[in-house]
């Protein structure tokens, strides 16, 4: 039988966590020789009791064992387990490393990760900045790592993709599914030039109650996490605090004073994360000694020779730079705007319109509105 079915079969049995998994292999050296084990060598092991030595010399491999194996194989999705040399190094670390992770694309075991974060319900300026610090970092040689969901982790992907850097994508289901379904063209752009990585087999769908597990795991394989837009009861804040308490950076993007979008980075701020404006915030704090590459690509050396260039002038009515004056980066609805200009309606939304077709405004769900940063 194939090693990996035992690494696959262990996770099925009832009682044996991450933890109890790793004191296992640490033991007996591999899954196949648990299942082999008399009940007093069973005993040796921290956390293992009679009840439990029972059940796992009762254990019947799962058939979806074989199938999740199977599944794996056909979608070109690679199984690393937690005794493979290119497991990632500073996943290894955490209290309760995944003992097996799927993984479509490549996965470097020393790349200099840091993580970006925060809420799937972002403002244009969260995601501008989000994707001004993803491409930031790619270009000084980071691999930037999120969860993929909509929002500020898509930005945080969009932003080291179009610097021509590495991402990585952690998802909270099986690598069978694309969660949310309107990122399945980012996800197999991350497996070009990165990896998207579940501790989750196949089948298994995005729960709820999966995503705060993962967490764990985006802020175990960076260096530093970096919050950009959370609410005070946001579940970035988890990871955030799961990234303190794995000895990592905690760094947080600050918002509006008025914005409760930013309530939970603020917080983070005031509890001692650092504050970050720009990458340098990030580099400097994590102080590492050795120099980081920076990446070369058609689109940076486009933005290199570009720096410092002047944008032309967008000419504006006097009517549109009321418009313009009267938003900020956090959206406002379209009857605040009517209420505050001496505008009707139906010239307020075609002054909108032609402030959109000139990039200087966007529009989310609702009739909601908002500057653009530059």
Known sequence: MEPLIYWLGLKTVPGVGNRLFLHLIQHFGEPEKVFSASTGELLQVEGVNDRLASVIQGHKMPKKVQEDLALAQKNGVRIITFSDTDYPTLLRHIHDPPPVLYVCGKLHSDSLNIAIVGSRNATSYGRTITERLGGGLARRGFTVVSGMARGIDAAAH???????????????????????????????????????????????????????????????????TVIVEATHKSGSLITARLAAEQGREVFAVPGSITSFKSMGTHGLIKQGAKLVEHVDDIVEELNIARPIPSIITAESAKVATTAGREEPAISLTSEEKKIIDELSPYPVHIDKLVRHLSLSAAQVSSLLLQLELKGLVIQSPGKLFAKCEP
């Open 158 to 224: 969009i932003g080291a993709l179009s610097a021509g850097g590495k991402t990585i994508a952690v998802l909270g289901c099986g690598l069978d599914t694309v969660y949310p379904a309107e990122n399945k063209s980012l996800f197999y752009r991350i497996a070009e030039s990165g990896a998207v990585i579940s501790e989750f087999p196949f089948l298994t769908p995005p729960e709820a109650h999966n995503f705060p597990v993962r967490n764990r795991i985006i802020s175990g394989l960076a260096l530093g």
